[in-house]
C-alpha cells in the first residue's frame, strides 16, 4: 500500500450502492443476531427497570388462583332470578371461603374476594335494592357475570414474562406476583465512543473559533444508557492514520465500537482506510437517507462497529436508527425497538425525493400534532435542543398538506 501526506496507507474501499434505510436496518438486525448470546447476572426486582429479562418467567399458580368477584355486590345463583334472595352472610378479599350459596341464597362480596361455591355470578350492589336480610333483583345476569374465573389471567406454568423482554413497570409488578424479588437479567454491553477529528476538542475547554466541543460523545453516550448500554468514552482520534488505528485498536475490545467523524469522502477522512487495514469486513457504506450520509457498518477483529457522520444530528439520528438496534440486541433484547408513531403535521410540508429524510420536530404533549422545526442543517444543535422527536419524510413522497399524517421518530 502506497503512503499518503497524513501517513494513511491508500486502501481502495469498493463503494456500495446506497440501501434504504430499513434493508440497512434489517442488515443491522440479521448480524446482531449472529451474536452468542450475553453473559446474564442477578438482579434485585426494585433496580430491575429497563433492565432485559435473562430466562422466562412461568406463572406460581392460576392468576386468579381461585375464581374471583370483580364487582362489590351480591354473589349469586344466576338461575335464581330475577326475584328475591335471602343474604345469609358476607366475604371479604383477604379471607379464605368456608360458606356456600344455596337456592334462594345470596352471599355479600367484596371486589377481589374469592366467590363462594354455588355461586356462578356476581350482581352489582348498585343493581339491587335492599330490604333487612333480603335483597330484590329486577334482571337475571349472565352466568359468569363479574366473575374472573381461576386461571382466566394466565395458567399455572404459563410464561408470564419472556427471556428478552425489556422491564417495564408492569412486568416488574408481574414478576414480584410470582413471587421474584432477584431476577436473571442479561449484563449491559460495554459500548467504546470515539469521535475523530482534529478540531474537536474537550468540553471544558476554551475552543478557537474553528475548533468544535466534542458534543457527540455525550449524545452518545446518553443515547448508549439510555438503550442499555454501558458507555466507555476512548477520547478523541486525531485526523493522523497512526494515531486513529490505535484508538481503534482500543475501541474494538468493547462489544461494539460507535465512531463518530471521519467517514466522509475527504483527503483526512480515515476511519474505513484504518478499518480496512485492520481486515474489517464491510455490510454497508451507504444509506440514502438524510442526515447521515455516509455512514459505515461492520466488523473488525469481531467486534462490529459504526462509523457514524460526525455532525451531530448525522450522529444521532444514525444512532437512533441503526446503532441502537445493536446496543439493544447486544443488551439481550429479542426484538429491538424503532419506536415510530404518526403525527398530523400543523403545517404544509415538502422536501426533495430519493432520501428518507429525518428531520428535528416538535410534537405536542399529546402526541398527536407534529411541527416541523426550522434549522440550518445537520449541524444545528441548537434547533436539536429545541426539538422532541424527528419527522421522517419518505423517500418517494415530495409533499404533505396541513393536517397529513406523517411519520414521526421519539427519541
Ligand atoms: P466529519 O464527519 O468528520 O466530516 O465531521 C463533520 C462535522 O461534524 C465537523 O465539521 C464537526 O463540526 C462536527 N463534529 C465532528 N465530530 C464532532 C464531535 N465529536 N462533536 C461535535 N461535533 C463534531
Ligand atoms: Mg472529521
Not at 374465573?149 to 416488574?172: D, H, Y
Not at 452518545?220 to 444508557?225: E, F, M, Y
Not at 468514552?233 to 471521519?262: F, P, W
Not at 469522502?265 to 482506510?273: F, H, I, N, R, S
Request: contains cysteine; hydrophobic residues 45%.
Amino acid at each position: 500500500m502506497q503512503e499518503t501526506a497524513n501517513g494513511a496507507p491508500r486502501a481502495i474501499i469498493k463503494k456500495m450502492t446506497a440501501l434504504s434505510f430499513r434493508q440497512a436496518r434489517e442488515i443491522v438486525v440479521q448480524k446482531l443476531r449472529e451474536q452468542v448470546a450475553p453473559p446474564t447476572e442477578q438482579t434485585p426486582l426494585v433496580e430491575a427497570l429497563g433492565r432485559v429479562l435473562a430466562a422466562d418467567v412461568k406463572a406460581d399458580r392460576d392468576f386468579p388462583p381461585v375464581a374471583r368477584s370483580i364487582r362489590d355486590g351480591f354473589a349469586v345463583r344466576s338461575c335464581d332470578l330475577p326475584g328475591s334472595l335471602e343474604v345469609t352472610g358476607e366475604i371479604r378479599a383477604g379471607e379464605g371461603v368456608h360458606q356456600r350459596v344455596g337456592p334462594g341464597q345470596a352471599i355479600e362480596i367484596m371486589t377481589g374476594a374469592p366467590l363462594p361455591e354455588g355461586a356462578d355470578a356476581v350482581v352489582m350492589v348498585e343493581h339491587v335494592v335492599r330490604e333487612g336480610k333480603h335483597i330484590h333483583v329486577s334482571r337475571a345476569p349472565q352466568p359468569g357475570q363479574f366473575v374472573n374465573p381461576a386461571g382466566a389471567e394466565a395458567k399455572a406454568g404459563s410464561i408470564v414474562v419472556a427471556r428478552g423482554e425489556r422491564l417495564t413497570f408492569p412486568r416488574i409488578a408481574m414478576l414480584a406476583a410470582v413471587g421474584q424479588v432477584e431476577v436473571p437479567v442479561f449484563r449491559k454491553p460495554h459500548i467504546a465512543i470515539l469521535p475523530t477529528g482534529d478540531e474537536v476538542v474537550p468540553v471544558e475547554s476554551n475552543p478557537e473559533p474553528f475548533q468544535v466541543r466534542n458534543s457527540n460523545a455525550y449524545s452518545l453516550a446518553a443515547q448508549v444508557s439510555r438503550c442499555g448500554g454501558l458507555p466507555h468514552l476512548v477520547g478523541v482520534a486525531r485526523d493522523e492514520y497512526h494515531h486513529t488505528k490505535a484508538c481503534i485498536e482500543q475501541g474494538l475490545e468493547s462489544d461494539l465500537l460507535l465512531l463518530s467523524g471521519g467517514v466522509s469522502a475527504g483527503k483526512y477522512d480515515l476511519v474505513e482506510t484504518v478499518l480496512a487495514g485492520l481486515g474489517a469486513e464491510f455490510f454497508f457504506t451507504r444509506v440514502a437517507i438524510q442526515p447521515g450520509q455516509p455512514l459505515v457498518f461492520g466488523r473488525a477483529r469481531g467486534t462490529f462497529f459504526f462509523g457514524l457522520p460526525g455532525n451531530p444530528a448525522s450522529t444521532m439520528v444514525t444512532f437512533e436508527i441503526f446503532a441502537r438496534a445493536a446496543v439493544e440486541i447486544l443488551a439481550g433484547v429479542a426484538t429491538p425497538s424503532l419506536p415510530l408513531t404518526y403525527a398530523s403535521l400543523t403545517r404544509d410540508f415538502q422536501h426533495k425525493t430519493g432520501l428518507t429524510r429525518f428531520l428535528p420536530a416538535w410534537l405536542d404533549p399529546e402526541g398527536l400534532r407534529v411541527t416541523p422545526i426550522p434549522w440550518q442543517g445537520s449541524s444545528d444543535l441548537p434547533a436539536l435542543a429545541r426539538s422532541n422527536c424527528f419527522l421522517v419524510a419518505d423517500s418517494e413522497q415530495a409533499h404533505w398538506a396541513c393536517g397529513d399524517l406523517i411519520p414521526v421518530l421519539l427519541p
